[in-house]
């Protein structure tokens, strides 16, 4: 059985955006072999006209990310969606496997060490932070990174 990885993305907000950003990154992913749970496919069977959408929306989400095996974070963004960092902050929590994602160049942080709020990186490995954090999609498959050897078990 594969692993599950939960990938938290503000892409599918934007047709543009879910038509092109997001099948990169679920190829990226599903090429090392991961089951991909990405948010905005996972709810499409949810009716935005009823009463409480939201918080069924809101339900499912927290679900998955207890469910998967692990957390891949698009965090672009100045500051990143918020709704990635709830994500994000409930997989720390959790103590799940944590990746992040951002090939935003803009600096998100005061640190000059990390290029977004250290609490992000709570959830990496103190002094190997970099091989969990990822600036291209083509880094995603990289051997050597910490998500590929993860997949594999290592």
Known sequence: ???TIYLAN???FS???KATLLPPLVEALESLGLEVWEPFARNNQIDFLEAGWAY???QADYRDVVESDAIFAVVNGVPPDEGVMVELGMAIALRKPTFLFRDD???ATESEE???NLML???LPQNAWRDSFYTSVEEITAPDKALARWTRGE
């Open 105 to 107: 160049h803009r600096r």
């Open 15 to 17: 047709a543009q955006q």
């Open 56 to 58: 069924r929306v809101g």
């Open 10 to 12: 503000p892409y599918g």
């Open 1 to 3: 059985m594969s692993r």
């Open 114 to 116: 990390y290029p977004l």
């Open 121 to 123: 990186f709570t959830g």
